[in-house]
């Protein structure tokens, strides 16, 4: 195959180069890795977090050249705090192509026993934090003629995560959240889309795999038998923002090493031996 001038470099042929990425939740680990991944294929990227002490420490890890990424603390449960970035991001770099909106939050609890505050806070990042940095960032696509949105969501926005208190509520809502972007946004010339990961190891997540037993049963009961990465994810992200998926909106992909089409193997059968699936209704 020949090669032409844009796959020379690395992510040339995603079509990132020179675009301006905002992307939330920046400071944590998947954010983190999206954010290294854009950098990497030539895009600008500004990193919102609300704890601005990870944030300095991604940035400066990030090794990106000059003007090519900043740091924007910021609560995208405020609008005054997301239209101050937003305003950060359009004085630099003159408006946003590209939104990843991933700052999210979970809290454990049965639904019987959770109190008000704490759903709504949790709606309040995961799902009207997306409304909000979808808004600020979505005029400035408007005014510069098109952009793109990715929304993390999960698989527990289509299959219940139990005792998780909001969580399940804010993914799925912020499915629709997208769908309704992209209807409403397409004549823009925006796009919004959604990946939504299973299991990953992160610092969200990381009490759970604490327990080796826990993290070898999960590992079990996929497919891919193996946790995803942040990589897995933002892999999938930088499809979506970019030019290849350029007529693709209002869609969902699920990052999930085929967990969610693994029910049916977890059904005890007569006589069946393999040893893997019988592991996993144990
Ligand atoms: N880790 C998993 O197993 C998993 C699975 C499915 C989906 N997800 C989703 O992936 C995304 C990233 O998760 P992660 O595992 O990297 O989590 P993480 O906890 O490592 O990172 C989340 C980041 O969001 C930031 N944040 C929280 N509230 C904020 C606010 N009000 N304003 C600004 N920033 C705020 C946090 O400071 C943190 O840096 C989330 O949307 C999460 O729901 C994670």
Redesign the pocket.
Known sequence: MTSSAPEQSPGGWLGLKGRTCVV?????????EIARQLVEAGARVAL????EQ??AKVLADLQAGAGQAMALA?????TA?VQAAADKVQAAWGGTALLV??????YADALMDIALDKWNQLL???LS?YLLCAQAFGRQMIAGGGGAMVH?????GSIPQPYSGA?SVS?AGVKMLSQLLSVELGEHGVRSNVV??????????EQIYQDPAVRERREQIVPARRI?T?AD?AGAVLFLASERASYISGQEILVDGGLTQAWLSLIPRPGFQKEDAAGAVA
């Open positions: 939330t939740g920046a400071a944590g680990d998947i954010g983190a919102l977090d609300r704890d990870r944030l910021c609560d995208v449960t405020s705090s909106n991933n700052a999210a939050a979970l309040a990042v995961n934090g993390i969501a999960s698989i527990s969580y993914k939504s990961p299973a299991m990953i190891r992160t610092q969200m997540s995803s942040p994810i």
